[in-house]
């Protein structure tokens, strides 16, 4: 068996200078520091993204973007490792949940949030690790 769990990883790496761009497309600005737990933005669910290959307007909904990662019919899928194929940036993987955490960096949604304070993350053990550095007893 072949691990491909790390696919596609050099490309998320670059994927916050997409990101940046996306976001001045649309006008969001969401951001977080991860140091001090501030989340510097906010999100619109209601608004339409575009795919790079395609064009096809879709809701900015996580699940609905991950299915067409998965389906959409205009990238190149050179092998297992492109099952999943990011609609705005090069990044790709066979990995749904990778899929999953990427687009929700690339939209800026944030489901995770402390109980603590104004801190959110796109992951649970995020926001675990938060929790545990800046809210211990």
Not at 2 to 18: I, K, L, R
Not at 30 to 35: A, E, H, I, P
Request: hydrophobic letters at 25%; one cysteine or more.
């Amino acid at each position: 068996d072949e691990d491909y769990s790390q696919a596609g990883t050099s490309q998320m790496d670059n994927s916050q200078g997409n990101f940046g761009n996306w976001q001045q497309m649309v006008g969001d600005q969401t951001g977080d520091d991860v140091f001090s737990g501030q989340d510097t933005g906010a999100q619109n669910s209601q608004e339409l993204v575009a795919c790079q290959y395609c064009s096809q307007s879709l809701q900015r909904d996580t699940e609905i973007l991950i299915n067409h990662c998965k389906t959409c019919n205009v990238p190149e899928r050179r092998d297992a490792r492109y099952t999943f194929v990011c609609l705005f940036c090069d990044y790709h993987t066979f990995q749904r949940v990778h899929m999953r955490y990427h687009m929700r960096k690339e939209i800026g949604e944030k489901p995770f949030v402390c109980k603590f304070c104004s801190y959110s993350s796109t992951q649970k053990g995020q926001l675990q690790y938060h929790e545990q550095i800046r809210h211990a007893n």
